[in-house]
């Protein structure tokens, strides 16, 4: 009777374990209930589970009575001690299968929401918040021969697109191969200028799912431990991966605007003048103001989230991905570029209206001299006239 139990509790322990898997976890692992088998052999040098024959010779399968001998002994099975190397074992495949890979991407600077979300209505999540400068799109990629209840209920079975007004895309669970298709569908809905290839941001992360795990959330380079993956985690995770790849963006093109107000300071080191016409200094003025505006208003980068205020353990999320991403301190150096860039602006324009005043000065010299030179000219005609 001990046996027969211990066997239908390994039994339903497996099938409880083949409906909570993720979908496409056995299209990459479908051997993984036999690792399980084995794999306290090659862990714990003295097994309790010990196999009759060596690894790499099992005999073949057969219909004859001959080969319905047992696979493992289990007269020396010790069942406590078994279920708590499986439980063991059960984190370790968790870490292995539970891998979600996010992939952040900055590719415009405007995206029109409202025709994305009418070509793509079947695909949009109904949102969960007031918040109006994303729409999250889920699309079906399990594989519907392993199709079981409650798998395409899981975000893992699930590919997720979150799409930000300003010009980010957060993608969950999406292949390398399939990442170009996916940009082109926001493409086609870029109100605003669509980057190069070279000027394009991306950003890789990875979300792992681990049920047994005691804390809402553990922390890791460059990954995050969740107990479960749902829609208001994956917004919350692409605010902040969002965000930074935006922020990303806009410290490289204020970097630029340094970089040439730099050159422009060593030549007037060496010369004493620089050459920069009053258009172009204007062109950088409205570049420099227009990127802090975007950064803060559009990106809404000290924007509080509804989510997150809402729950303790969305908070716990938000707060960690912005000091791992550093996303204040990188703010601060990008006000403090733009205060440099804002000091040469200044003065530039004063450099620019003093050359202009002295030419100014110049014209009323010229014009005067030119009135003193017609006013003596005609007192010497006066005074020619006059003897005659």
Not at 8 to 13: E, G, H, K
Not at 207 to 218: G, I, N, R, S
Not at 226 to 234: E, F, V
Not at 287 to 300: C, F, P, Q
Request: with cysteine; hydrophobic share 40%.
């Amino acid at each position: 009777m001990g046996r027969s139990r211990t066997t239908s509790q390994l039994l339903s322990r497996f099938a409880a374990d083949l409906l909570s898997r993720k979908s496409h976890a056995f299209h990459f692992h479908p051997n993984f209930v036999f690792r399980r088998l084995i794999i306290t052999s090659i862990i714990n040098p003295n097994p309790p589970v010990k196999p009759t024959t060596s690894f790499c010779s099992f005999r073949a399968f057969s219909s004859f009575p001959a080969a319905t001998n047992p696979i493992f002994d289990l007269s020396s099975y010790d069942e406590r001690r078994y279920a708590e190397e499986l439980f063991l074992h059960d984190e370790g495949d968790d870490d292995e299968l539970g891998k979600i890979s996010v992939r952040a991407i900055f590719l415009c600077t405007s995206v029109n929401l409202k025709g994305l979300q009418v070509e793509l209505s079947s695909h949009v999540v109904r949102p969960t918040s007031r918040s109006t400068n994303h729409i999250a799109l889920r699309f079906c990629n399990f594989n519907p021969d392993y199709l079981e209840t409650g798998v395409e209920e899981n975000p893992s079975s699930h590919s997720y697109m979150v799409v930000f007004q300003y010009g980010s895309a957060v993608l969950f669970n999406v292949e390398d191969h399939e990442v170009e298709s996916y940009l082109s569908i926001i493409k086609r809905h870029a109100s605003g200028s669509v980057l190069k290839d070279s000027e394009t941001r991306n950003d890789d992360y990875v979300v792992k799912e681990k049920p047994l795990l005691t804390e809402d959330m553990q922390g890791g380079p460059d990954y995050i431990i969740l107990k479960n993956l749902d829609i208001d985690s994956i917004r919350i995770i692409s605010s902040v991966l969002g965000q930074s790849i935006a922020l990303d963006y806009f410290v490289s093109q204020v970097d630029g605007m340094v970089k040439e107000f730099t050159d422009i300071n060593r030549i007037m080191e060496k010369t004493g003048t620089f050459t920069m016409d009053r258009k172009k200094l204007f062109k950088l003025v409205g570049k420099a103001n227009s990127n802090l505006a975007d950064v803060i208003l559009r990106v809404g980068l000290f924007d509080r989230s509804e989510i997150a205020w809402r729950e303790a353990k969305y908070a716990q999320i938000y707060e960690y991905l912005r000091e791992e991403y550093e996303v204040a301190q990188r703010f601060g150096n990008l006000d403090y570029k733009l205060k440099f860039v804002e000091h040469n602006i200044h003065f530039l324009q004063e450099a620019l209206q003093n050359r202009k005043s002295d030419l100014l000065e110049w014209c009323i010299i010229v014009l005067l001299s030119i009135e003193n030179v017609i006013g003596i000219y005609e007192i010497l005609r006066e005074t020619t006239i006059v003897p005659m």
